[in-house]
């Protein structure tokens, strides 16, 4: 893992209840409560309800593949040309965690302002 993944994953793994899984050996995913949030691997897959059109608008970005892409799963390709900014990873994985997460975790998060979401 280069050090642009490593922030990101150390992003992920700073929201309440995340934790690492390797459910298909290498790839790792991120998940609150048993649900994915993030998926590491070549790239970066995040689920996006509200900026999902905008992202696709983006090189390198895709919707991602098994049929994800319906309902508003996006890829990342890190390994091509240029990368989004990682404010806007961040971001992503931010709107990504709150679409997946309990509501009940969510208000938590909502009383505090997180280093690094907007």
């Known amino acids: 893992m280069n050090p642009f993944e490593a922030k990101l994953r150390a992003f992920a793994l700073s929201y309440p209840d995340a934790h690492e899984d390797f459910p298909w050996e290498e790839d790792r995913v991120i998940k609150v409560r048993g649900k994915i949030f993030v998926f590491l691997g070549s ?16 090189p390198n970005v895709k919707p991602m593949g098994y049929g994800l892409g319906r309902s508003g799963w996006v ?5 091509k040309g240029r990368k989004p900014p990682i404010d806007l990873l961040k971001a992503w994985i931010d709107e990504s965690y709150r679409t997946v997460a309990p509501k009940k975790l969510i208000a938590g ?3 505090m302002k997180r280093p690094g979401t907007f």
């Open 75 to 79: 890829t990342v390709d890190l390994a």
């Open 43 to 58: 790239g970066i897959g995040v689920k996006l309800t509200h900026s999902n059109q905008a992202a696709l608008g983006l």
């Open 109 to 111: 998060l909502n009383a």
